[in-house]
């Protein structure tokens, strides 16, 4: 009986959920979550009232589970707005189409944008806005923060303030000091992410790694520091610099703290490349209006006057449409382009997993000089392939 309980709450859930995501002919349904839905419609109304097609907006929350689910029985949304690290999943599994932007959009969009939702390659979707970390000092207490990480022992701040704190033992914060110098969780080889061979442990890692415990060695920084006491001692004014990214800019700011971001300092002269998140749109491959939706991409949304529109508010942080981006006025999202321009595009490989799971008690070791910064490194690309 409980079986039969089960199989017919599925079948009807699955009823349900086939009939409220079905795709519709001549309508587009956009998903998003969150990113000012309401000032998208003012887009999109633009489109409707040009060519008189309906457009319905709807913001999805579980977005992810909830598209797969509708995508794999050919339902749910027209076009999709998420981060570019589930498009090469969602590709694989024949949910999104690949599409040939114009060669207007293209020239307009960062490149490093564009890598990041390009592999195979194909391009599988259209990116809006990128998130870079960069780093974020206290214009109170420090002037001018350091070009390199190697100045930050030289660096004068008034007692009880440190000069720097970030998540170092976090990958996401920390591992832009090995890719300054070459290293790399996985590399493209033909368009495809290679997801057997690694370069944690290259020489560019290992640069960056002893620079990173060069920190702990000179007493610039104490261990012990996670996200929260970091965030914590930036919004009480006990700390000249972090490492950290857009989303806490307000929090500083309703805390009182006059924030500037600064490029990522450099490893040996290299900078620091940070990786990047970058959010795109995706096109369903059950879309009976696939064209209707380019069109509507290409020259509403992803325009000038749509992207300032749809971003008047500053859901979408930093974009990347080099002629919009150059139009948003804060110092702080044009050091966070820079950043972005340099940095490297989050890799989408399923071997993403086991570097994050092998960096993190790497990267504690080196913290702690629980072990040499060569075996720590070692280990976690051992870790990484499994050997």
């Known amino acids: 009986m409980k079986s039969l309980k089960a199989l017919t709450a599925f079948l009807l859930l699955s009823a349900s959920t086939s009939s409220a995501f ?9 998903w998003l979550q969150d990113r000012d839905p309401d000032q998208l419609k003012m887009v999109t109304d633009k489109f409707t009232n040009d060519l008189g097609i309906d457009v319905v907006i709807e913001n999805v929350s579980e977005l992810t589970d909830k598209f797969q689910q509708a995508a794999a029985t050919g339902d749910g949304p027209d076009i999709v707005l998420w981060a570019h690290d589930r498009f090469g ?5 024949g949910l999104i189409s690949p599409v040939t932007p114009s060669q207007e959009v293209t020239d307009g969009i960062i490149g490093t944008a564009w890598d990041a939702v390009s592999f195979g390659g194909k391009v599988w979707g259209y990116p809006v806005a990128v998130e870079a970390i960069g780093l974020v000092y206290n214009t109170d207490l420090i002037s001018s923060p350091p070009a390199s990480f190697e100045e930050l022992k030289n660096v004068s701040v008034p007692d009880g303030v440190s000069p720097i704190l970030w998540d170092y033992n976090n990958t996401y914060f920390t591992f832009p000091m090995m890719m300054a110098n070459g290293g790399f969780a996985f590399q493209k080889v033909d368009g495809n992410y290679d997801g057997k061979h690694t370069g944690v442990n290259n020489e560019g890692s290992m640069m960056g790694g002893h620079v990173l415990r060069s920190l702990f060695d000179d007493g610039v920084m104490p261990t012990g520091v996670d996200y929260g006491v970091m965030d914590g001692a930036m919004a009480k004014g006990e700390v000249a610099m972090i490492i950290n990214g857009p989303w806490s800019w307000k929090a500083y700011a309703d805390a009182g703290v006059n924030i500037a971001v600064a490029p ?18 995706a096109v369903n491959a059950a879309s009976p209006n ?19 529109t749809w971003n008047e508010k500053g859901a979408l942080g930093v974009l990347v449409d080099k002629s919009a981006g150059a139009e948003q006025s804060d110092p702080k999202i044009q050091a966070t382009m820079a950043n972005a321009e340099i940095g490297v595009p989050m890799p989408s490989n399923p071997e993403m997993g086991a570097f994050w799971s092998a960096m993190e008690p790497a990267l504690g070791n080196i913290t702690t000089g629980a072990t040499s910064v060569e075996d720590a490194l070692n280990d976690a690309a051992a870790r990484i392939l499994g050997e």
Not at 264 to 280: E, I, M, S, Y
Not at 294 to 306: K, M, P, T, W
């Open 22 to 30: 079905a795709l519709e002919d001549g309508v587009i349904t956009i």
């Open 89 to 93: 999943e969602w590709a694989n599994g």
């Open 290 to 308: 696939k064209d209707l939706a380019i069109e509507l991409l290409e020259n509403y949304i992803l325009s000038d006057d749509g992207l300032s």
């Open 264 to 281: 990522l300092p450099t490893v040996d002269g290299k900078p620091a490349k940070p990786f990047l998140g970058v959010q795109a749109w």
